[in-house]
Every structure is written in C-alpha cells, then in structure tokens.
C-alpha cells in the first residue's frame, strides 16, 4: 500500500503527481458522463473520489478530502437511484427542484458550511477555511441534485467551478484548477442538457 501511495505522489508531467493527473482524467470523464446522463458516470466518480481525496489532503486542503468520503456515499445512492429510475422507460426523469428541496438544501448546507468554516479556521492549518467549506457543503448539495436529476443541480456545480479555480490555483494545483475551469464549460452544457430533456416532445417530433 506504501508503495502504491508513494507512486501517486511521485511526478507524472513535471510537478504533476500521478493521483493529480489519474483524478483529473476520471473527473472529466465523469462529468461528461453525467451530461450525458450515462449510468457509468458513479462508478467511475468513485474511482475520482480516491484520487482528489489523496492530493487534496497532501495539499492541506481537508474539507476537500473530507468531501471525497462524502461524495463516495452520495454516489452510491445516486448509482442506485439511477438503476431503478421512476420514469415510464426505467430511466430516471430530469425534473425541477421543489420548494420544499431548496429550502432544505438552502438550510443545511448555510448551517453545515458555517459550522464547518469555524471548525476549520481554529482546528486545522486550512489556508482558506470559508471558500473551503463552501466548496464542500455545495458540492454535496449539488451531487444530491444530481443523483436526484434536479436540472438545478447544474447552476450549484457552477457555483462550486467559480469557487474551486481561484482557491486550486492559488494552491498551485495548476492542472486540477484548469480541470474545473473546464468543468464549468462542461455544466453550461450539461445545464443545456438537462433543460432540453424537461421540455415534451413537440408535434413534428412525434410526427
């Protein structure tokens, strides 16, 4: 196991480790799957919750890895939300956020990202504890939304982009903050996606 661990720490490209260059590979395969809403998307974003979580906790960012741990659970109830699916074809419907989910999510994730940001400002080294928790608490909400398929689910994965590429470059993991600066290109059009998907057939389609 050492030695499995020493490899992915050791220099891929340049000042690039192995785990930094595997976890941004299955993070982009991962979103694009995602938009296209193929199943194969959660065990794969598994594979990704490894490797982030190793190079996020070498680089003192531990909300980040935390969240990795986090984001494996949501995944696998997401994996079988989406095997069992609720729609006439067995697949699971796109649909809006109720008001009732977003004041739900709203409530939790301000309590969570609060609570979070104190504990990581007066417990840990975390050079950024409140964009740090914030990435955190959102990315949960919005991995819920997704293995949901809450099209609103999108507009929160931009939100955690914006937040990730500043804190990542400033970090100087330079590959993974381009990897979400590309994630947020990749939502605009899973965003697209997904609202196509909301909107019925029209008469010259079923025709």
């Not at 595997?22 to 993070?27: L, S, Y």
């Not at 939304?145 to 994965?157: D, H, N, P, T, Y």
């Not at 381009?178 to 990749?186: N, P, Q, R």
Request: glycine fraction near 8%.
């Amino acid at each position: 196991m050492e030695s499995v661990l020493a490899i992915l720490q050791s220099p891929a490209l340049g000042p690039v480790t192995w785990a930094e260059l595997f976890g941004d590979v299955t993070g982009a395969l991962c979103v694009w799957l995602v938009w296209r809403q193929h199943l194969w998307n959660w065990p794969l974003g598994l594979l990704n919750n490894v490797f982030f979580l190793l190079i996020f906790w070498w680089s003192r960012l531990y909300a980040d890895a935390v969240l990795q741990v986090a984001f494996a659970a949501i995944g696998v109830y997401g994996w079988v939300n989406w095997v069992r699916g609720t729609g006439g074809d067995g697949k699971l419907p796109v649909r809006r956020t109720t008001g009732s989910e977003w004041t739900g999510l709203a409530l939790a994730t301000g309590t969570a990202t609060a609570a979070l940001a104190a504990w990581l400002a007066t417990q840990t080294d975390s050079p950024a504890p409140v964009v740090d928790a914030s990435i955190l608490t959102l990315s949960l909400a919005a991995t819920y939304g997704q293995a949901r398929k809450l099209v609103e689910s999108w507009w929160i994965w931009i939100a955690v982009d914006l937040l990730s590429v500043p804190l990542y470059l400033r970090r100087g993991l330079y590959p993974t903050a381009a990897l979400y600066a590309g994630f947020l290109v990749m939502c605009v059009f899973g965003l697209r996606a997904w609202l196509r998907d909301l909107r019925p057939p029209s008469i010259a389609t079923i025709s």
